[in-house]
């Protein structure tokens, strides 16, 4: 199913500029995470608390955490461990933290899966379109899921950001020399992608993952006539 938000709609568009989104629209990535935090929810069991109740602690943790230290495994194994310290009032035991980084061994495993039709979608779309990456984390862990996708010679430019705000577009499109009514921020996130994208005078392909990061959630325009819904990855191919 393909969808629009006001008079966007449906037809191939030519010679545009497609920046990409990593974690989430072209690899499976949260999943990781939320896998691994039921393991430690059930692990750190308390007794008062219930699940939901530890679980907003934890984001409340990753959130001012990614402000000071950024993204990636190691900033979540830490908020892990902040949130244990917490919950138990003091801090944790060597025997303790090596259990923590056991819950987590699989976000260091190199494997990466792609999101259904990424590969054959993307192979497309650059005989068309210009395409770019823009991904935010950790340098080494962010090349290497890059690398491990096999997508990386797709895109014309890849770039890899601490943060991925208003300030990050505009550099983006300064570096490039780029003109915002061609160019398309695609991706999963509206925190990240699509709203500061919008702001700087992009257009926006948001393609949800039912697996989003409740950090990366905000609500969308529903009168923003320049923000295309998409159900699926390979949609793209019919607008683009």
């Given amino acids: 199913m393909t969808g629009r938000i006001g008079g966007i709609g449906s037809g191939r568009r030519a010679g545009q500029v497609l920046v990409f989104d990593a974690d989430d629209t072209l690899w499976e990535n949260n999943v990781l995470f939320e896998r691994v935090i039921d393991d430690f929810l059930d692990w750190v069991a308390h007794p ?8 907003s602690i934890l984001d409340d943790i990753e959130r001012a955490n990614t402000v000071v230290h950024g993204y990636g495994s190691r ?12 919950l138990r009032e003091r801090p944790a ?13 699989a976000l260091r ?11 054959e979608t993307l192979a497309e779309l650059g005989g068309r379109h210009d395409l770019l990456l823009l991904t935010k984390g ?41 003109t915002v009514e061609r160019t398309w921020m695609i991706g ?22 039912d697996n989003t990061w409740v950090l990366e959630h905000d609500e969308l325009d529903p009168a923003d006539e ?9 949609d793209l191919l019919g607008h683009f």
């Fill in 226 to 234: 320049q923000v295309l819904r998409l159900a699926a990855f390979r």
């Fill in 93 to 105: 035991t060597e025997a303790e933290r090596r259990e923590i980084d056991d819950l987590a061994v």
């Fill in 48 to 55: 008062t608390l219930d699940r939901v109740e530890i679980r």
């Fill in 138 to 178: 950790d340098q080494e862990e962010q090349r290497r899921k890059l690398d491990a996708s096999g997508l990386a010679h797709h895109f014309r430019t890849t770039h890899i950001v601490p943060e991925k705000d208003v300030r990050t577009y505009r550099w983006l499109v300064d570096q490039h020399g780029l």
């Fill in 75 to 86: 900033v979540f194994l830490h908020s892990l461990g902040e949130c244990f310290e917490r």
């Fill in 188 to 209: 999963n996130s509206p925190k990240s992608d699509i709203l500061p994208a919008r702001s700087v005078g992009m257009n926006a392909v948001f393609i949800p993952n």
């Fill in 109 to 119: 495993h190199g494997q990466v899966e792609l999101v259904p039709g990424v590969a």
